[in-house]
């Protein structure tokens, strides 16, 4: 069973920084799956933060681009987003992804990905 674990997740001043975990675990596909991270916030849509496939492209969201960096250590099948310069309209909570198939690009559609862990919030404050 697939499982999907975030953290480091919390609440921070304008234009403070954190960096968000995700471990994978708990599948038995032979290939590493192609990850992303979303987020939502109360009485706002889903929206998809940064992507990232297996070989290390990435996308991003026009929102975040130059303040998020999305990373992965593939021995530690860990999933990393580094959130610097934060905004108050990034507070939300935060959602990490997976899927094994169509990982040619970095996808930030939601319907794609099959699995999701149970979030981490992130809260920033003026």
């Known amino acids: 069973q697939v499982q999907l674990v975030e953290s480091g997740g919390g609440s921070v001043q304008a234009g403070g920084s954190l960096r968000l975990s995700c471990v994978a675990s708990?599948?038995?596909?032979?290939?590493?799956?192609?990850m992303a991270w979303f987020r939502q916030a109360p009485g706002k849509e889903r929206e998809g933060v940064a992507a990232?496939?297996?070989?290390?492209?990435?996308t991003y969201a026009d929102s975040v681009k130059g303040r998020f960096t999305i990373s992965q250590d593939n021995a530690k099948n860990t999933l990393y987003l580094q959130m610097n310069s934060l905004k108050p309209e990034d507070t939300a909570m935060y959602y990490c992804?997976?899927?094994?198939?169509?990982?040619?690009?970095?996808?930030?559609?939601?319907?794609?990905?099959?699995?999701w862990g149970q979030g981490t919030q992130v809260t920033v404050s003026s």
């Open positions: 992804v997976a899927k094994w198939y169509d990982c040619y690009s970095a996808s930030l559609s939601a319907p794609e990905y099959s699995y």
């Open positions: 990232v496939t297996t070989v290390g492209s990435t």
């Open positions: 708990g599948y038995t596909y032979s290939r590493r799956p192609c």
